[in-house]
């Protein structure tokens, strides 16, 4: 594996003393999860209740009342069957970003597959939009060690960075990194991109997530605070991601293992009151922006 250099310069991701973080939101519906045998028929998905136009519009709204912009990776398949959804997002004056158009695996596709299913998300949240793409997220953080090539299918899609590493293994993802954005230098084709990796904090003997998904539902937020006040101190931003089903104890439960249901379901009620503190305790921008300011002129503004 070829290692990533982090560069970062940590005194410009300060705004008035305080660390800038990243806000993120992937939006996709309660039916898009890996590897669940009932919701993986996509003929299917066009039937069931939906929950991420009122959800996402909550999310907007907690955006609107703190007055902060965060970045939206949609999928290609909502955008296709909510155009103004995008485009309401993108108005309101949040960064586009796609997480792909099916929500399959990077790493269970082959570089032609990914290429088809990234091309057909941008077209599709472009045309709904109005607004550029700018990056990506995989589905459950799937690039891993032997899918680089997938960066360099992100460079020739035009796209300015990637926020899609996880720096420890997890059930369907993971590529060990720094927690740093840094300059991803590990593409087959030798050319470099900016990566924007999610956080991590010490607990115990591990490094785990903290900032987002069943981490962020699963932690009390004192503990979630801890993990942003010792990022703080190192100069670095904390990434908080969230999907819409975060928000929605309403959402339809899926038959899966104890464990899967668990990080799936658990503490849907605490996740807009915490989110509603983190906004209000700390400094968010979208990712790019923070990407930029980390980085300096290594990252096109
Ligand atoms: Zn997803």
């Known amino acids: 594996m070829t290692e990533t250099t982090p560069s970062i310069d940590p005194s410009p991701t300060r705004e008035a003393g305080r660390i800038v973080n990243a806000l993120s939101f992937d939006i996709e519906d309660w039916f898009h999860l890996v590897e669940i045998e009932s919701v993986s028929d996509t003929d299917r998905w066009p039937g069931f209740p939906t929950i991420v136009e009122r959800r996402t519009d909550e999310i907007l709204g907690i955006c609107d009342e703190f007055g902060v912009k965060a970045t939206f990776y949609f999928l290609g398949w909502i955008a296709d069957r909510y155009p103004e959804l995008v485009r ?7 960064e586009i970003g796609t997480h792909s158009y099916w929500h399959r695996k990077v790493c269970d596709l082959s570089p032609a597959e ?15 939009g109005g607004a550029r793409v700018t990056s990506f997220r995989a589905p459950s953080f799937s690039i891993t060690p032997g899918t680089e090539w997938a960066f360099d299918t992100l460079l020739d899609a035009g796209l300015d960075y990637d926020a899609s590493l996880f720096p420890v293994p997890r059930e369907n993802g993971g590529y060990p990194c720094s927690v740093a954005p840094h300059v991803f230098r590990g593409a087959p084709s030798g050319r470099s991109i900016p990566e924007l990796p999610m956080s991590l904090m010490q607990l115990g003997p591990r490094k785990v997530g903290f900032s987002g998904g069943g981490y962020l539902r699963l932690f009390p937020g004192w503990l979630i605070r801890r993990g942003f006040e010792a990022l703080q101190r ?3 931003p904390g990434v908080v ?6 928000l929605a104890p309403d959402s339809p439960v899926v038959p899966m293992s104890f464990s899967r249901r668990f990080k799936c379901y658990v503490g849907l009620s605490t996740t807009a009151s915490k989110l509603r503190m983190l906004l209000g305790r ?3 921008a979208p990712c790019g922006e923070v990407l930029r ?4 002129e290594d990252v096109a503004a």
């Open 114 to 128: 990914f290429e088809e299913d990234l091309k057909r998300s941008i077209a599709a949240i472009e045309d709904a």
């Open 282 to 284: 700390y400094a968010f």
């Open 234 to 236: 190192q100069g670095l």
């Open 241 to 246: 991601y969230l999907h819409p089903r975060d």
């Open 88 to 94: 309401r997002t993108a108005d309101a004056g949040h």
């Open 293 to 296: 300011h980390a980085l300096g």
